[in-house]
């Protein structure tokens, strides 16, 4: 059979003991996956978890990124889970798995939290810009937030990538340039031009009208033909 995702990110992850039963005690245990995950203070219970294929990565650094609030108004959230993990090809990879805070509320009265939580993942996506000769990039997750909304193109900064554009090897010229300053490293959502056969349009229909709260977002690095490990959008 094919070979199971080097990674997976799993949202709404009740506790531990749930991750542990999942990659242990169902038909995955024949898949070797071992996991880490966040332990945030959200009210709800719920974090975010990787899960991942020791023989293709292996974690070397794992944060929780706690996302600021203000207790008079916010509950607190999900933490941001951030690990970077050695390749077999010997580079690292940074992974930053979110489940930002919901539209619970309204989606105007709760997009500064949502701001917030992208301000903090562009500032560490630039932190690892600044010390990394080759960053390779990846967040995915449930944003709850929608391509074009603020938090995702002023906040974390990540451009709409068109698929049409991947033409004839093309793939992005400003992705393949690598753009990026000492400080800073261009991201690319994959997910802004998803339209699939049969009236797919979205990452899930609720009440009948399709959306795209649920993200894949990668460095120009990872966009790079050259690019010892490549993410190919059309896929």
Known sequence: GEAPADLVGLCEVENDTVVHHLVRRTLLHRLGYDFVMTHSADRRGLDVALLYQPMRFKPLTVHSLHVPYSPDKERPTRDILYVSGLLPMGDTLDVFVCHLPSRRGGAMLTKDYRRRACRLIRASVDSLAAVRKLPLVLVMGDMNDEPDDVSLKN???????????????????????????????????????????????????????????????????????????RAIPST
């Open 155 to 229: 906040d974390l900064r990540a451009k709409n990538f068109q698929h049409a554009n991947d033409k004839k090897g093309e793939r992005n010229r400003n992705a393949s340039n690598v753009a990026r300053t000492p400080s800073s490293l261009q991201l690319f959502n994959l997910t802004a031009d998803v339209k699939e056969t049969g009236g797919v349009e979205g990452t899930y229909m609720f009440r009948g009208k399709w959306n795209r709260l649920d993200h894949i977002i990668v460095s120009g690095t990872l966009l790079n033909a050259v690019s010892p490990l």
